[in-house]
């Protein structure tokens, strides 16, 4: 196939393990979509054949948090659903990572109202912000290529007493997350 003959005579190649770990991570992406409304239809674009997400290794979306590594908040989240979206986050396998796809996701857009989360970093660490109403396909794979420069980084999500922090990353919010119009209890 060809590899033979970049080796060297002798025939050995050397690198280190987690090396090997983290392109394995970074091809191999299982994106567990959270998709309340319509930034969902994007997400489903993204990986159809046009822009086909399979390129990069992430088009096995999961539905069940178990099997995936990336959360991908696509759609707005009501104080209701957000016991759900925080279950799920906590089921899935570490390292993870979190994407926060389009306005709602990240601010509650135009949904300024008690009854809507505005911006579900406030719950969970958000990795990668995708600007946007909605954000066109080519943005979350820009965010999809941020988390693996993130994998190739050795950007392993860190823990602070069993907390994940969220990540300082490629592209970081430009807005002010406004508070909750109504206290919040969510159970843990
Ligand atoms: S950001 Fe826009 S497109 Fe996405 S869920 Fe909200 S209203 Fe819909």
Aim: with cysteine; proline share 9%; net charge neutral.
């Amino acid at each position: 196939m060809g590899l033979e003959a970049a080796l060297p005579v002798d025939g050995f190649l050397t690198t280190q393990l987690r090396h090997v770990i983290n392109w394995s991570r970074r091809n191999s992406l299982w994106p567990m979509p959270f998709a309340t409304a319509c930034c969902g239809i994007e997400l489903m674009a993204t990986a159809c054949s046009r822009y086909d997400l399979a390129r990069f290794g992430a088009e096995v979306m999961r539905f069940s948090p178990r099997q995936a590594d990336l959360l991908i908040v696509a759609g707005r989240i009501s104080i209701k659903t957000l016991p759900v979206l925080q279950r799920i986050y906590e089921q899935m396998t570490e390292p993870k990572w979190v994407i926060s796809m389009g306005a709602c996701a990240s601010t509650g857009g135009v949904f300024d109202t008690y009854a809507v989360v505005q911006g579900c970093d406030q719950f969970i660490p958000v990795d990668v912000y995708i600007p946007g109403c909605p954000p066109r396909p080519e943005q979350l794979i820009e965010g999809v290529m941020a988390i693996q420069r993130i994998i190739d980084q050795e950007g392993i999500p860190p823990m602070n007493g069993g907390k994940r922090q969220p990540l300082g990353l490629v592209m970081q919010p430009t807005h002010v997350t406004k508070p909750q119009p109504v206290g919040v209890t969510v159970g843990g």
